[in-house]
């Protein structure tokens, strides 16, 4: 058997044990949609947008009407903006408050699921606290659902992008449009029902967002490895190899052929296990910085920029992750140094110019200057955003957690180091 083709069995069984049966994809699976909404009663709304994805919608409401469920308005609702804008969110959240379907639908990639994730919580919350901004942070909304003794509405994650695993994962992002700044909602409750994920659909998806949805899939795997407890660094381990071998093998195929549906399978397969990465464990330096960056880039990209420098500053608590991480680079021959002969700083340099040396292959940034939208004041949101009591989970769960008095000096000098691309004004964070 073919490595590329182990690669994916390997992916399958994987996404298999951690979803059960809560979870359909494949090629050609879009038309289960129906029957499984079924399962949760007879009305839906559907939330999508209608016209990037309206072919993808239009299967979705033969599906649903083919099952008898009925939907409810007689349309599709537009979805959210990119980055999930938190108007967005309170405007879902009216649609279900009016029409009290017995599931909604989302229809899309990251920032629609995710704006859905947190109206369906905001219509089961809201009587306690309206206010979105009351439910950011970990585990907030479980604690509101058992004060008022409420359930969330059942959802059913359509999935249309290989992208940030939102389909799969606790996490919603929420943008504040004004301030610029993401906030997260990490809670177990907005996990959706069931999820759905035809990788076919993605080759009508624009290239580009499939190379954001591959540099964001290392990014949740190779985070979440460097974080790993003892008890789950051989499932991160298996998780990260996996994720690189499919991005590594097919991110380039897909750019040369966009209707490659095997590439396409493929960098679905890994976007998918990124999300269960992030199910295992949290991701941290690339992603917090990414929340400041959204007027500047997407969030794969942003992700992809900044974790070769992170992992510099990172150097001296993961020499053991950058030995497997390093060893994948240089299998698909991004790396020619000789890794067994490096330790420390030295190696996780060696690990990043691999990175680089992919995401120059495959065409992305390797710096933050090639975003023409960047500037300095960004630097400032970042260092100011880590500081967030809500964002604090990110500094946790650095390989060595940082305080916040660290977050000027250290994650200062990764953002100086990414400006300019010059990974000599990185500093390494001492392990405590």
């Known amino acids: 058997m073919a490595v590329d083709s182990k690669a994916k069995d390997r992916a399958r069984e994987l996404l298999k044990n951690f979803k059960k049966d809560t979870y359909t994809f494949g090629l050609g699976v879009l038309d289960s949609v129906g029957a499984i909404a079924k399962k949760y009663g007879n009305t839906a709304t559907v939330v ?77 919350l809201g009587a306690e606290s309206p206010e979105i901004d009351s439910w950011f942070g970990t585990g907030l909304v479980t604690e509101g659902l058992k004060r008022v003794g409420k359930k969330q509405i059942p959802h059913i994650a359509v999935e249309t992008s290989a992208s940030s695993g939102a389909h799969l994962t606790k996490y919603s992002n929420i943008t504040d449009p004004v301030a610029g700044q993401k906030k997260l909602i990490v809670d177990d409750a907005v996990v959706p029902a069931h999820s759905i994920f035809d990788y076919a659909v993605t080759a009508s998806m624009p290239t580009f967002l499939s190379i954001d949805g591959a540099l964001d899939a290392i990014a949740h795997a190779i985070e979440v490895f460097y974080g790993a407890s003892p008890d789950k660094y051989e499932l991160c381990k298996e998780v990260t190899e996996a994720v690189l071998d499919l991005v590594l093998t097919y991110a380039k195929k897909v750019i040369d052929d966009p209707q490659d549906l095997g590439a396409r399978e493929a960098l679905g397969l890994a976007t998918d296990l990124g999300g269960y990465a992030i199910m295992i464990g949290g991701t941290n330096g690339a992603h917090l910085t990414s929340f400041s960056l959204v007027d500047v880039t997407s969030h794969g990209r942003a992700c992809g920029v900044m974790n070769p420098y992170y992992a510099v500053l990172f150097a001296d608590s993961i020499e053991k992750h950058m030995k497997v991480i390093g060893s994948r680079y240089a299998m698909y021959g991004f790396i020619k140094a000789d890794l067994e002969k490096l330790k420390g700083r030295e190696l996780a340099l060696a690990v990043a110019e691999g990175m680089i040396a992919f995401a120059k292959s495959i065409g992305s940034e390797t710096k933050l200057s090639d975003f023409p939208k960047f500037t300095s004041a960004h630097v400032t949101r970042a260092l100011t955003a880590a500081k967030d009591p809500q964002l604090k989970m990110k500094l946790q769960n650095m390989p060595t957690p940082m305080s916040i008095d660290q977050v000027d000096e250290y994650m200062g000098s990764v953002l100086e180091g990414a400006m300019s691309g010059d990974f000599s004004k990185v500093k390494s964070l001492p392990v405590k």
């Open 48 to 124: 999508g947008d209608t016209k990037a994805f309206k072919p993808i919608v239009d299967k979705v409401i033969e599906s649903l009407e083919k099952a008898g469920v009925k939907v409810v308005p007689d349309r599709c609702i537009e979805g959210a903006k990119p980055n999930a804008p938190r108007e967005d969110v309170y405007r879902l959240e009216t649609y279900l408050l009016h029409f009290k379907p017995d599931c909604v639908i989302s229809v899309g990639g990251g920032s629609g699921i995710d704006a859905v994730k947190a109206a369906a919580a905001l219509q089961a």
